[in-house]
């Protein structure tokens, strides 16, 4: 049974406009989630993150929702660019410092 | 070095053969883990090591992968008798340690192993 879901395989939108790319997760036993973006033949770079006992976090373009009732994590990226086309992960993690990932969401950012 | 270094970048071996993947994390992280990305998947945990002790080994998915880290910096992670479906990227990454947990991982590029 997979921990943290990615249901979007992809998405697309239009330079300026807003991203948001969505996150379920099943275990409430997680002290952080964090969001990784991912070139071709690069590792995952770490973006953003929450701490389980906080609802949001901004950091620039980049915000972070934790809605901890629904299990959901959400990323939103106001506004888009076309250099934020790439692969994003979400994750989650725990007391021992081990992540689980989700299979990821691939953004197009349409000029 | 200034980012976390694996090599080779690529690895192509033969069905039973076996394979040495390296990583050097970013000098002064206690952390080092070592993952396992199938294509169109997200990265899958294999082992943890927190300087040069192995805290958890419960991802690897058999008793043909073996990982060390013996002086707290450099690790390898050994595959014997590598079969097909262990063909994948495998990303190692390292952080600070617990107090770093809300900056999230540093990875490598990852090595691409094809077993033929």
């Known amino acids: 049974d997979q921990q943290v879901k990615q249901n979007s395989p992809s998405l697309s939108v239009q330079e300026g406009r807003i991203s948001i790319l969505n996150c379920d997760y099943t275990?409430?036993?997680?002290?952080?989630f964090l969001w990784y973006k991912k070139y071709p033949a690069e590792g995952p770079t770490f973006l953003i993150s929450?701490?389980?006992?906080?609802d949001k976090n901004e950091d620039g373009r980049f915000t972070v929702f934790l809605n901890k009732s629904a299990k959901h994590l959400s990323l939103h990226i106001v506004p888009s660019q076309p250099g934020d086309s790439a692969v994003y992960f979400c994750a989650t993690r725990g007391k021992a410092g081990k992540s689980t990932f989700g299979d990821g969401t691939t953004l197009t950012v349409k000029p | 070095g200034a980012g976390v270094s694996q090599s080779p970048r690529y690895k192509v071996a033969k069905r039973g053969q076996d394979v040495a993947l390296r990583c050097d994390p970013i000098?002064?992280?206690?952390?080092l883990f070592w993952y396992q990305q199938a294509l169109g998947q997200g990265p899958e945990f294999l082992t943890y090591f927190q300087n040069e002790a192995q805290l958890d080994k419960s991802g690897l998915p058999s008793d043909r992968f073996f990982a060390e880290r013996p002086e707290g910096s450099v690790s390898t992670l050994k595959i014997q008798r590598t079969q097909q479906e262990d063909s994948a990227v495998y990303l190692c990454a390292s952080s600070l340690g617990r107090r770093g947990a809300n900056y999230g991982y540093t990875f490598g590029s990852g090595t691409r192993l094809t077993v033929v």
């Open positions: 275990n409430s036993m997680f002290d952080y």
């Open positions: 929450i701490s389980s006992i906080k």
């Open positions: 000098s002064g992280h206690v952390s």
